[in-house]
């Protein structure tokens, strides 16, 4: 199996994807013969040209309404918004159409559409940092998939793509460089399905996008300590395949959740409610959340350092939780 | 600023009880000193007068009529003339609306929280024991105990602040079992009867306080003390003769006429001044004696069993004895008893004598050592001079004295039994006085 690296792995989706489907267009700024800003679509503008990937103004609402409309027409597009704080600016087409339009026209149309960008605090100031998890989560009717590992970001990029309702697919900017085994040709990733991607037996922790990472290196300090985590991935967070958390605090009976993203009413916040419905019996500490300071991100790299949880923070937390 | 009225303590020992009625409505202005509610303790119904002035506001969600809650539970609160009108329950329920939700039942350790954190400043502090500890345990180990049996309110727990783990209800469900506590035995009495199926010609009924506190103290006592009954039979002749007198007594008119109990009661109190070994208790690892007699008598009402306290009663006379134990045994019987006075006892009598019992085996009342059980008063023909062959008709009495062995041995207890009936024989010796 071929080593690659994050955006490798998503690209080569996207181009297999783009070889299959002519109906499958890219729209964004600077994912033209640029291939865009971080490398998304690096080789395909040679393959496509401007028909297929097409640099836009800057004018997020605009271009998400125009793919909006061609998806219910019936075409495959991919928005890229280079980093995910300019969605923002298309928020209100997103929500009260892209979302809603199944509904509204009771199943008469779909809107098979990819949003994409980079989200997480990188050494990119307030601007450039969001996650916007719970956001997304909050409304219905959208995907929201937060790949890790290179293999995930091929295999759920090739699900978001043939999905038939709109998927926001966020791609951490410390995960772009990211080296690992990514198979070959077709590989899909299903939704909704959860990857433990480290097996223990004294806590679960479920780390969201790019704290997967820092979890896995906090679980080998642990080891030093005697005490096994088992570290789940959710791949996506729109399904939430809280099944398998559930199967895990049967083991465990202990439960992190580490989110970069803000505490208050953010992903954490709702598995730990879900969790707390439907395994309250098995818990033998209280469900604890590790979350990203509630401040805009600072562009400091030491203020950041200190604002996001890391592999040390994350494993403080698990002793704590072990004391409990 | 309101003053809070909550559910006083009526005895040292009593940790909760009932608010019986309000004697003062809701809104009705009071002073200080007036009579507010009673309150049913563990055994005695007592009013309350109220310690502050101002306009009664009852909490709307306070504890109901006959629910048991812990010492210091607030009940409502005394607002004076000038907030009248501006008064809000602690939790923001307006006093408007506090009559629409009157009838709802909460807890009531919740209402005392909640009063404390919005009062702030001028609230009086709650009695720390008042509040029953919570023991916490996590999810997990609660019903993983209760799926191994454990019992896990009585496990300590080696989580933060003493919680409850799961690897604590491991340990304690593979540790060898260990004899119980003989004060666990008691209350776990009624759980260790297997339960059999209830037929369906039962009536049902709550057990009420009185019986409960009852239930309780027997039980203890039954599991704690190690009791043995001595029985005498005593001659009373003089006894009923002495009654007889003091009936016949002009001079008594309108008194109380001293009753078998008042008597026995002087007699058993000069009995325990010479023998303080039967008039003491077990304090932890030491017997305390007391240099003074308090003695209960039980009384039977419809409530239950209750026991007044004569105090002093070596001190007193006669006649003394007899009045103050006709005015405890009427407030007694009438339900008015303090809780004060049912309190503090060194030694009981039960006489089952009018009910035409012989002897019997009474049940030391905890924590005292011995209880004089006194039966019916009956003429039978006696050899009273065996050589002479001569044979009388004399009134005889069986008196079944219950000691804890713990305290005393066979002989002490059989010697202050024989001083007991020397005493009844011939009353003249303790009507001197000590």
């Known amino acids: ?324 | 600023m309101a003053y809070e009225v909550t559910l006083p303590r009526l005895g040292w020992d009593m940790e909760e009880g009932s608010l019986a009625v309000w004697i003062k409505k809701d809104g009705e202005f009071v002073k200080s000193g007036e009579l507010l509610f009673t309150v049913e303790g563990d055994k005695a119904v007592q009013e309350i007068e109220a310690l502050d002035t101002g306009y009664l506001r009852i909490l709307p969600d306070g504890p109901q009529p006959g629910v048991k809650v812990p010492v210091g539970t607030l009940l409502g609160f005394l607002v004076p003339e000038n907030e009248r009108d501006s008064f809000v329950f602690p939790g923001g329920v307006s006093a408007s609306t506090s009559m629409a939700t009157a009838d709802r039942v909460t807890n009531p350790v919740v209402d005392l929280r909640a009063a404390i954190t919005s009062e702030g400043e001028g609230v009086l502090p709650v009695a720390e024991d008042a509040k029953p500890r919570r023991v916490y345990i996590s999810p997990y180990a609660k019903r993983l105990a209760q799926g191994l049996g454990v019992d896990w309110q009585s496990l300590k727990g080696s989580g933060r602040a003493g919680r409850i783990m799961a690897a604590d209800v491991e340990k304690a469900a593979t540790a060898p079992l260990v004899a119980p506590k003989l004060a666990g035995i008691a209350s776990s009495l009624t759980t260790s009867i297997p339960p059999q199926a209830i037929p369906e010609s039962v009536t049902r009924q709550p057990m009420s306080q009185t019986r409960k506190k009852i239930a309780e103290h027997m039980a203890t006592s039954a599991h704690t003390v190690a009791p043995v009954t001595l029985t005498a039979e005593i001659d009373a002749t003089e006894l009923v003769g002495l009654r007889k007198q003091l009936k016949a007594d002009a001079a008594l008119g309108g008194l109380p006429l001293p009753s078998y109990n008042d008597m026995l009661a002087k007699i058993v109190a000069q009995a325990l001044l010479e023998h303080p070994h039967m008039n003491a208790q077990i304090v932890g690892d030491e017997i305390l004696y007391s240099n003074t007699a308090h003695i209960a008598v039980a009384v039977d009402t419809e409530r239950g069993l209750l026991v007044p306290v004569l105090r002093d009663v070596q001190a007193k006379s006669l006649r003394q004895v007899a009045r103050e134990a006709a005015a405890l045994i009427e407030k007694t019987r009438q339900g008015t008893i303090a809780y004060a006075d049912l309190q503090g006892a060194t030694f009981t009598i039960t006489n089952l004598g009018m009910f035409e019992i012989e002897a019997f085996t009474p049940i030391i009342n905890l924590p005292q050592c011995a209880i004089l059980g006194v039966g019916q008063i009956i003429a039978k023909q006696v050899v009273t001079d065996a050589e002479l062959e001569m044979v009388e008709i004399r009134q005889r009495m069986v008196l079944s004295l219950t000691f804890d062995h713990r305290l005393v041995d066979g002989a002490q207890a059989a010697r202050f039994l024989q001083r007991i009936k020397r005493l009844a024989e011939r009353p003249y010796v303790w009507l001197v006085g000590s």
């Open chain 1, 1 to 324: 199996m071929p080593e690659m690296t994050f955006t490798d792995a998503a690209r080569a989706g996207l181009a297999e994807e783009m070889a299959r489907d002519p109906l499958i267009f890219v729209v964004g700024e600077g994912i033209g013969p640029r291939g865009g800003n971080f490398n998304t679509t690096v080789g395909l503008h040679e393959l496509y040209g401007d028909m297929r990937l097409r640099d836009t103004p800057i004018s997020e609402r605009g271009f998400t309404g125009l793919c909006t409309g061609a998806a219910v027409l019936g075409a495959r597009p991919v928005v890229d918004f280079m980093f995910l704080d300019f969605e923002l600016d298309a928020l209100g087409e997103i929500i009260n159409q892209t979302s809603r339009l199944r509904w509204m026209s009771n199943g008469q149309v779909n809107v098979p559409i990819v949003i994409r960008g980079g989200v997480g605090v990188a050494s990119t100031g307030p601007h450039h940092s969001a996650n916007l998890f719970s956001v997304f989560m909050h409304i219905p009717g959208l995907y929201v998939v937060t790949p890790v590992f290179p293999a995930d970001a091929k295999g759920l990029l090739k699900t978001a793509i043939r999905s038939n309702d709109p998927v926001i697919f966020l791609e951490h900017k410390k995960l772009l460089k990211l080296k690992g085994p990514v198979p070959d040709g077709e590989y899909l990733v299903p939704f909704g399905k959860a990857a433990v991607v480290r097996s223990g037996t004294d806590v679960t922790v479920v780390a969201i996008s790019f704290p997967v990472i820092e979890a896995l290196s906090a679980a080998r300090m642990l080891e030093a300590d005697g005490i096994s985590a088992e570290i789940i991935d959710p791949r996506t967070l729109v399904p939430l395949d809280i099944d398998t958390i559930l199967e895990s605090i049967a083991k465990t009976h202990r439960l992190l959740i580490v989110d970069e993203d803000y505490g208050p009413c953010g992903a954490a916040a709702e598995i730990a409610a879900q969790v707390m419905e439907r395994a309250f019996y098995e818990l033998d500490a209280p469900v604890r959340r590790l979350n990203g300071a509630f401040i805009p991100a600072p562009y400091s790299p030491p203020l950041e350092a200190a604002v996001v949880p890391n592999a040390a923070r994350i494993a403080q937390a698990v002793r704590s939780l072990i004391q409990e």
